[in-house]
């Protein structure tokens, strides 16, 4: 038994509609794109860090023990009691007093302890 084809012819409304639709998707994606270089792009690279001097301030040494959490490889974890060591630094980039961290990682590990 053979299939028979039916073909269709559209209506000139609905031609119009159709390429209306498809004209839509293409401009949506099209504003994505024109969107994410001229607004994620300006933004991400002002999120980028800048070198900077930065001269000690003040040190301080709390006398309480902060519980930390460090890494010695890639299998090796654990935590520890440390002392806190709290440097203050005056950021010549942006004119301001903050506190002194190792990198990033250790600043989300350890919040209350700086090195």
Known sequence: MAKMRVSY???EAEDKSIRLGLFLI????LSLFILGFCWLSPTLQS??????????????????????VFTCGADCKGTSLYPCLQIFVNNSESNSVALLHFDEQQLVLNPKVNY
């Open 47 to 68: 999120m980028q860090s800048k070198p900077a001097n930065c001269t000690v301030v003040s040190v301080l040494r709390p006398e309480e023990m902060f519980e930390c």
């Open 9 to 11: 012819e559209y209506s």
């Open 26 to 29: 293409v401009c949506g994606i």
